[in-house]
């Protein structure tokens, strides 16, 4: 599975982004997919992740209510719309997907994105 993120960008503290993954490869509608986030100098972050079907999501505590991760299967494309962004949100921002949920969950995807940049002024 090839995966390629965009809508990275800047905004102004407060302000939103969506982000979307487009995945690439015969059966990627049948991969869990969530995203992780690297700020400077920290290691990466869970921030969400969406099983297979887009019926069970997971979200870090950290971004519950402002974050919310989505799928278009018809699309193979993952979204995580990003409302009320912080200074402490901004990172590089990277898709991840795996034929297990836990390991979206817990960091041990097989297939990640290159990453997408987010930057929030305060």
């Known amino acids: 599975v090839q995966l390629v993120e965009s809508g990275g960008g800047w905004v102004q503290a407060g302000g939103s982004l969506r982000l979307s993954c487009a995945a690439s490869?015969?059966?990627?509608?049948?991969?869990?997919m969530g995203w992780f986030r690297q700020a400077p100098g920290k290691g990466r972050e869970f921030v969400a992740a969406i099983d297979w079907s887009g019926g069970s999501t997971e979200h870090a505590d950290s971004v519950k209510g402002r974050f919310t991760i989505s799928r278009d299967n018809a699309k193979n494309t993952v979204y995580l719309q990003m409302n009320s962004l912080k200074p402490e949100d901004a990172a590089v921002y990277y898709c991840?997907?795996?034929?297990?949920?836990?390991?979206?969950?817990?960091?041990?995807?097989?297939?990640w994105g290159q990453g997408t940049l987010v930057t929030v002024s305060s």
């Open positions: 490869g015969r059966t990627s509608s049948r991969y869990a």
């Open positions: 991840v997907a795996d034929l297990s949920p836990r390991a979206i969950v817990t960091g041990r995807s097989g297939h």
